[in-house]
């Protein structure tokens, strides 16, 4: 192994302007504007993997954006098949004016590289890279079977990703799956993820009069749309976090006592990370911490709210139509499928006759847990101990990757999340930023991981 963490060290600069590159494509899946970028950014990904010497390389179309393969077997029959996968399509950049530097132009600053896929998650699918590079340079074959799927569609729910597995399920097929695209517990505190929370996204118009109306016509004697959605809104929680939806908590699997304790074992301050934020005091779920709440409790949030007059100065008008994004954050026994029916029966009661609401369903995605006490996981901790010269935690995350299920459900296979990232590195939002020296130890971790998984 000390070959190749003199690799990883020798190597830093080099990782660092292929990173850059890798940042440079504007791979953004919900934009169709950018859909040559997350093809060349597919191409770039392929032609790095059979750089650095994985084999049967391929790009597979799907009726979305595609999906990049690669494998190395050659392991042995006696060594565990791994499957690696990551993304790299990123979230759109908005609002733009408030990033340093531009979100395609990595830029280092501090300890950080700065750019929009940087933690989320281009630069965690780098980490994997450049750990098999190590392998293979040093010593010209890995230490169990390889098989990577980086997909463009992760952000907007991985349409078309199931379809994928569902077609190739002997090509994929693998004995665990390892996926960093989330976080470690803080900043000198590795961790190891064995929960993702779901997701049921949905999006409500609501019409009232047949066109816009002069407020002062018209005002008081018809219903306004966006106060009808203001007050539809309202009535989904109450004042103490409690979503109000019929049947919304009756698959919710309460914490159970030793997890409950695990989490409260846990350094953390409701103080610290609400000054973080600017808040004077945090909100939430009555009877649950923050943690209890972000990882194992669902949620209801409000995503955008648009509607009438948004431009500079004063319109009176009575508008016509108003609009809401609402996403749900599930917990793993929920379907979301279900939550979409209870949520558009609970809307549809309570708006009132005098407007009327379309409802949809944007996407869709279920939780997902894995057991702690399994050989891979134990692989994960060792490597990451020595990774990082620190014991990792296991916790859970409150964001999604719907995918880990469909895994679990279609090639039986357990995930890992080995998250290299760090909460407060602004994914989804301007300044995106990656910690340098946990990309570093994250490639160290990644490429010890390879040789505990064969031991395993
Ligand atoms: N990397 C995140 C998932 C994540 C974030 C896990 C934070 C744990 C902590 C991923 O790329 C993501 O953002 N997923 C979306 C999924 C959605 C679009 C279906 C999410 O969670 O919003
Ligand atoms: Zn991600």
């Known amino acids: 192994m000390s070959n190749i963490t003199n690799f990883i060290k020798e190597n830093k600069d080099r990782y660092l302007t292929e990173l850059k590159h890798f940042l440079s ?7 169709p504007e950018n859909k040559k970028d997350v093809l060349e950014c597919a191409e770039y990904i392929k032609s790095h993997l059979e750089k650095i010497g994985l084999q049967n390389v391929a790009i597979y179309p799907t009726d979305g954006h595609p999906v990049v393969y690669a494998d190395w077997l050659n392991a042995g029959k006696d060594k565990p098949t791994i499957l690696v996968y990551g993304h790299y399509d990123v979230q759109p950049v908005d609002p733009i004016e408030l990033w340093t530097s531009p979100p395609f132009e990595a830029e280092v600053r501090g300890e950080n590289i700065y750019a929009r896929g ?7 699918v780098m980490i994997h890279m450049k750990a098999l590079e190590a392998h293979l340079a040093k ?32 090509l994929l097929k693998c004995d665990v799956v390892v996926i960093s695209d989330t976080s470690m517990y803080d900043k000198d505190v590795p961790a190891i993820g064995y929960a993702l929370r779901g997701l049921c996204y949905m999006q409500l118009e609501v019409t009232g009069p047949n066109r816009d109306l002069h407020s002062g016509q018209y005002g008081g004697a018809v219903d306004n749309p966006i106060n009808a959605l203001a007050h539809i809104i309202a009535k989904l929680k109450d004042d103490k976090g409690k979503i109000l939806i019929d049947g919304f908590y009756d698959d919710v699997v309460p914490l159970d006592k030793e997890e409950k304790e695990g989490f409260a074992k846990l350094p953390f301050s409701d103080k610290k990370y609400a000054k973080g934020l600017d808040v004077e005091e945090l909100f939430g779920e009555e009877g649950y911490t923050t943690l209890e709440r972000t990882w194992a409790r669902p949620t209801l949030d409000c995503n955008g709210i648009w509607g009438g007059f948004m431009g500079e100065g004063a319109k009176t008008v009575l508008p016509s139509k108003a609009f809401a994004k609402i996403s749900m954050r599930l917990v ?21 006759k005098t407007v009327k609401v379309k409802i949809s369903g944007l996407h869709h995605g279920k939780g997902a847990m894995t057991p702690i006490d399994t050989k891979w996981m134990k692989a994960a ?38 998250g290299f990232g760090l909460p407060d590195e602004n994914a989804h939002s301007p300044d995106e930023h990656l910690n340098l020296n946990n990309f570093q130890n994250g490639i160290l971790t990644s490429a010890i991981f390879y040789d505990e998984l064969a031991k395993a």
């Not at 490597?383 to 299920?405: D, H, T």
């Open 25 to 31: 494509f504007p791979s953004i899946s919900t934009n």
């Open 118 to 124: 940087s933690a989320d998650d281009k630069g965690q």
């Open 139 to 170: 010593n010209g074959s890995l230490p169990v079977n390889i098989k990577l799927i980086v997909e463009g569609e992760e952000e907007i729910g991985s349409v078309h990703l199931g379809d994928f597995i569902s077609g190739h399920k002997d």
């Open 332 to 352: 793993p026994n929920q379907d979301p499928d279900k939550i979409e029916k209870l949520f558009s029966a609970f809307v549809r009661k309570i708006t009132p």
């Open 381 to 418: 901790s060792k490597a990451m101990a020595q990774g990082f010269g620190k014991e990792p935690v296991f916790i859970r995350e409150g964001g999604s990757i719907p995918i880990v299920l469909t895994f679990k459900e279609m090639l039986d296979a357990d995930t890992v999340l080995l």
